[in-house]
Structure formats: structure tokens, C-alpha cells
């Protein structure tokens, strides 16, 4: 009987354990959480351009924040290409620019 009781209490503490364990991951989850406006402002994302080819051989993630980085970016994307791409005009005074090198891969947001 005692064993009983002794089994019965190991079994409820290992369900108090794993109770805690999952409640605590279920709240601490909220990173993966993405802001849907800033400063009251909705974030809007547009996709700028997409290409296959990047002149960038690792992964490189740049947020550009004025047209003089991104005459910068396009000069180093735009130095073996004929024709080079067309850098975007951008109102800087509202918006920025993310960019995603990935591999070859190329992704302006």
C-alpha cells in the first residue's frame, strides 16, 4: 500500500512538472509575435524587387535608411551586371528599404 501511495505521489508531481514546464513555454513564446504598427503607424511592407542574382556570395540582411547607402548597395549589386538594375526611388523621408541577399538570391522590401 505504501508503494502504492509512494508511486501514485511520484506520478502526480511528475504531472505538476510537465504542467509548469508547458505553461511556462506557452508564454514565453510571444517573441515570434510580429508588430503590426509603430508609433500608431501600420506597417506596410511592398515588395521592391526580386532577383536571381545578387554579386553576394553568404547571406547579408541591410536596412538602408538613406539614398546614399542605397546607391552604395546597387553600385556593389550592379558591378557585374549588363545591364545593371535600376536603383528605386524611395521617399527615405517615410519609408526605408530591407534588403535579403541570400546566396545568389536577391529581395528588396
Do not use: H
Not at 511592398?46 to 539614398?67: A, P, R, W
Amino acid at each position: 500500500m505504501k508503494e502504492l501511495i509512494k508511486v501514485g505521489l511520484a506520478m502526480f508531481r511528475l504531472f505538476v512538472l510537465l504542467s509548469l514546464l508547458l505553461f511556462g513555454m506557452n508564454s514565453s513564446c510571444k517573441g515570434q509575435n510580429f508588430a503590426s504598427s509603430i508609433n500608431g503607424k501600420p506597417l506596410n511592407m511592398e515588395l521592391m524587387l526580386q532577383d536571381d542574382y545578387s554579386n553576394v556570395v553568404t547571406e547579408e540582411v541591410i536596412l538602408i535608411k538613406n539614398q546614399e547607402s542605397l546607391q552604395s548597395f546597387f553600385s556593389k549589386i550592379n558591378k557585374t551586371r549588363k545591364p545593371g538594375l535600376p536603383v528605386p526611388d524611395i521617399n527615405f523621408d517615410e519609408n526605408m528599404l530591407f534588403v535579403w541577399c541570400q546566396g545568389e538570391t536577391l529581395a528588396l522590401v
